[in-house]
């Protein structure tokens, strides 16, 4: 809950430009994967308008979210 809610805090603001590192670190799979089809997919982040900058160590996930 509290990678939701940091995601949600840093959304509210309506940046311009997003830095999340590392954000579905400490999740586990089922929770990752739901999050990353709500932040990317569903369109989150499209509806916002921001520009996303993730670091991940995750290669699997840089692929899935990068366009």
Do not use: N
Not at 5 to 28: C, H, N, Q, T
Not at 37 to 43: A, R, S, T, Y
């Amino acid at each position: 809950m509290k990678q939701r809610v940091g995601i949600a805090r840093a959304l509210s603001m309506e940046p311009k430009v997003l830095l999340m590192d590392e954000p579905f670190g400490a999740l586990d799979a089922l929770t990752r994967a739901c999050l990353q089809d709500e932040l990317m997919v569903i369109g989150i982040v499209k509806g916002t308008g921001s520009t996303v900058l993730m670091v991940t160590h995750d290669v699997d996930e840089a692929v899935l979210l990068s366009d």
